[in-house]
């Protein structure tokens, strides 16, 4: 497989028993960030009654493109360019949108795009799924969180663990409340978001 990544591949277990549970039956599923594919061919093959659509920046389709033709299943659709910056966002809703690992690596400002982007590609009672580390009341949950922080500075300045009460906010103004906080394996959360606004 091109691209792979380890980390995605330890992880991608953990978060397919939660997504699992959230899941309606014949969802739809927008994922932002899908890399490699690892976790689209995963959870979509245990997930049967799931249309995953996988999307990434455009330099990054390719790759993507080229795994998911050769180990996805039927019901993961044709990977598409989603540019947080542009904020490329599809012309229709999902069930659920899925994000893991990339509000530590993206900007602030990216982070921002993501949860509103997110919330708008909502049907009524759809799911926003954010996977990966956070700081609560700007405390680290463990100090390896910390030192990765530092690593992720120094890789880009811009990028860094969030803040979770950041997020529940961008995401409380955008109309998404919080169901669930779950704790995940390597230091990591699973934050489920649910679409409010039509409540």
């Given at each position: 497989?091109?691209?792979?990544?380890?980390?995605?591949?330890?992880?991608?277990?953990?978060?397919?028993?939660?997504?699992?549970?959230?899941?309606?039956?014949?969802?739809?599923?927008?994922?932002?960030?899908?890399?490699?594919?690892?976790?689209?061919?995963?959870?979509?093959?245990?997930?049967?009654?799931?249309?995953?659509?996988?999307?990434?920046?455009?330099?990054?389709?390719?790759?993507?493109?080229?795994?998911?033709?050769?180990?996805?299943?039927?019901?993961?659709?044709?990977?598409?360019?989603?540019?947080?910056?542009?904020?490329?966002?599809?012309?229709?809703t999902?069930?659920?949108?899925?994000?893991?690992?990339?509000?530590?690596?993206?900007?602030?400002?990216?982070?921002?795009?993501?949860?509103?982007?997110?919330?708008?590609?909502?049907?009524?009672?759809?799911?926003?799924?954010?996977?990966?580390?956070?700081?609560?009341?700007?405390?680290?949950?463990?100090?390896?969180?910390?030192?990765?922080?530092?690593?992720?500075?120094?890789?880009?300045?811009?990028?860094?663990?969030?803040?979770?009460e950041?997020?529940?906010?961008?995401?409380?103004?955008?109309?998404?409340?919080?169901m669930?906080?779950?704790?995940m394996?390597?230091?990591?959360?699973?934050?489920?978001?649910?679409?409010?606004?039509?409540?």
């Amino acid at each position: 497989m091109q691209g792979f990544s380890q980390a995605a591949d330890n992880n991608k277990a953990a978060i397919l028993a939660v997504l699992a549970k959230w899941l309606p039956h014949q969802a739809k599923l927008l994922e932002i960030g899908s890399g490699a594919g690892q976790h689209a061919i995963h959870m979509a093959a245990a997930l049967n009654h799931v249309h995953w659509q996988p999307t990434d920046r455009a330099p990054v389709l390719p790759m993507l493109t080229s795994n998911i033709a050769e180990y996805g299943t039927a019901n993961i659709l044709r990977p598409t360019a989603l540019d947080l910056a542009t904020q490329t966002w599809p012309a229709q809703t999902y069930d659920c949108v899925y994000s893991a690992s990339v509000m530590h690596i993206v900007s602030s400002e990216l982070g921002e795009n993501l949860i509103c982007g997110a919330a708008k590609m909502l049907t009524a009672d759809g799911l926003l799924a954010l996977y990966g580390p956070y700081k609560y009341a700007g405390d680290f949950t463990t100090p390896s969180n910390a030192d990765f922080d530092l690593w992720l500075k120094a890789r880009d300045a811009q990028s860094g663990i969030r803040d979770f009460e950041w997020v529940h906010d961008l995401a409380a103004r955008s109309g998404l409340r919080l169901m669930a906080d779950q704790r995940m394996p390597a230091n990591n959360q699973m934050l489920i978001f649910k679409a409010s606004a039509n409540e």
